[in-house]
């Protein structure tokens, strides 16, 4: 049976360790770190994930708050938001929850946030500096993947990767560090072979490539489609796929992209849905806005 890697446990590591450092921060006179969750609309399940982003950042002492704003706000004025905040010194970090309204340019919003207090790694520099491998805000699902590996001890030099996703804000950000060298600037990178399918890849070419692979990712929102007949033996599954499902007895439940009740019997070690990237996602999170307020009164 397969080692299952607990996100929520890791999470819970990381968090401690990073309400430590907060306090030692603040003992030497600092201000708290500050985090603004920008939510435009009235989607509940966004508006549950800002208040527990909120929530988890109080916890460890960072002075956090939500935006909410009517979905009839205009592009412009929502940018205009967005400036009041970079312009703002008290305010270290902003991440803007995902998707915005139809009549949005998600890149022009994501674009007007200063890059750096961009703690979701959604702008345009971070993107093009964590792709040329200097130091940047990782996306933090794409950060909580490689925490989960480190932490977890999964070797990956020299290792075949495999990453089931193409999303600018997940698959890209994990294969750029996978594959790269760790000697370079950003100090990330893991020295794999990567290969990166998505959901159109043909189901036996993805079949071929997972079973060469010694740590797969998959974050398609396509339930059970990894397979145990896919796995090599002891290979790694990080499962960042989240959909809601109706069960059997006519409950909703979320799961994953791995049928993991017979992957697990295969692999090495496993991440669990829910429980294992998401909690980690939201540490990742606010392991960014700590990084965003310390560069910031660096420069002051």
């Not at 399940?45 to 909120?54: L, T």
């Not at 792709?131 to 989960?148: G, K």
């Not at 980690?280 to 660096?298: E, S």
Request: net charge neutral; aromatic share 4%.
């Amino acid at each position: 049976m397969a080692k299952i890697l607990d996100g929520k446990a890791l999470a819970e590591t990381v968090k401690n360790e990073l309400k430590d450092k907060i306090e030692n921060w603040v003992k030497l006179g600092k201000r708290a770190p500050s985090l603004r969750c920008i939510f435009v609309g009235d989607d509940q399940g966004s508006e549950s994930y800002v208040n527990n982003i909120k929530r988890q950042a109080s916890n460890i002492g960072i002075n956090a708050q939500v935006l909410r704003y009517e979905s009839t706000i205009t592009e412009a004025q929502l940018i205009q938001e967005i400036k009041t905040l970079n312009d703002d010194s008290t305010v270290d970090a902003i991440l803007i929850q995902l998707p915005v309204p139809d009549t949005m340019n998600e890149r022009n919003v994501c674009n007007a946030i200063s890059p750096e207090k961009d703690v979701d790694g959604f702008h345009i520099m971070n993107i093009g500096q964590l792709c040329v491998d200097m130091p940047s805000f990782v996306p933090a699902t794409a950060l909580a993947v490689i925490e989960i590996l480190k932490r977890s001890e999964i070797e990956t030099f020299g290792r075949n990767a495999v990453v089931a996703n193409r999303s600018k804000n997940i698959g890209l950000p994990i294969a750029m560090i996978l594959h790269s060298d760790k000697r370079h600037e950003n100090g990330l990178g893991m020295d794999a072979t990567v290969t990166i399918c998505h959901r159109y890849t043909p189901p036996e070419q993805l079949k071929v490539f997972c079973q060469n692979a010694d740590i797969i990712i998959t974050a398609t929102g396509i339930p059970k489609l990894i397979k145990a007949n896919m796995i090599k033996p002891g290979a790694t599954v990080i499962d960042v796929g989240m959909t809601k499902v109706i069960d059997e007895n006519g409950k909703a439940k979320f799961v994953g992209d791995v049928d993991y009740e017979e992957v697990v019997k295969i692999a090495g070690a496993v991440t669990p849905v829910p429980g294992g990237v998401g909690p980690m996602t939201v540490a990742m999170l606010l392991h960014n806005t700590f990084q965003a307020a310390k560069q910031l009164r660096n420069k002051v």
